[in-house]
Structures are given as C-alpha cells and as structure tokens.
C-alpha cells in the first residue's frame, strides 16, 4: 500500500509563483527518482521535471529557469516550486516516484500522484 498525495495547486494570475507538494505514504522501502509530469486538455501527458535520490536534476526546456524541483528524502517528499508562470503552463501537474515497498523487496516500481489542477490565468 503506497500512496502519492499532491498539493499547492491552484489559481494564479501571470507572472505569479506556485509550490506543489508531493508526499509519498505506506509500505516504503526504499524511494528511487521522483518527477513531475503535466498534462493539459486534449493534448498528452508530459514530462516536466525529475530528481534523483542524491539530488540530481533534470528539466523540460519549458521548465528550466522557471522551476525548481526539490525533494526531502526525510519524509518522502518532493517539492516544485514553479515561479513566472505563463497561461501555457496550465495543466494537471502528476508527481510520481520508483519506490521499492516493503511487501516487494525485488520490484522498483513506478508511482503516481492522483494530480493538482493548476491555472494560470488573468
């Protein structure tokens, strides 16, 4: 049993700052890479932002000098601290995780938040 639990979504003007929380829950063994992904209306998931377990970190070129992803390995917790945010970026934000689970020691699995709405709009 584990669960991703997001939060921090919500409505701002352009230009304006958000910060999504991502909290993962349960059997934990061990929690790999963890992301986040968006998806707008009509159109396919995407990929956004990963972080390593030692805090390596990548980036969509959307992304980069905009958003900052970080996570608290203490509390199985990933952060994305999204700053000038534009009309584009509008979209459900899904974080997810490879997370090993106690009840599984010999799978790395891949985990999904159930999504944040997030609008950018004036």
């Known amino acids: 049993q584990v669960h991703l639990v997001e939060s921090g979504g919500g409505l701002v003007q352009p230009g304006g700052s958000l910060r999504l929380s991502c909290a993962a829950s349960?059997?934990?063994?061990?929690?790999?890479?963890m992301g986040w992904y968006r998806q707008a209306p009509g159109k396919e998931r995407e990929w956004v932002a990963t972080i390593s377990s030692d805090d390596n970190t990548n980036y969509a070129d959307s992304a980069k000098g905009r958003f900052t992803i970080s996570r608290d390995n203490a509390k199985n917790t990933v952060f994305f601290q999204m700053n000038s945010l534009e009309p584009e970026d509008t979209a459900v934000y899904y974080c997810y995780a490879r997370i090993m689970t106690t009840m599984d020691r010999t799978i790395f699995g891949r985990y999904w938040g159930q999504g944040t709405q997030v609008t950018v709009s004036s």
């Open positions: 349960g059997s934990i063994a061990n929690v790999g890479v």
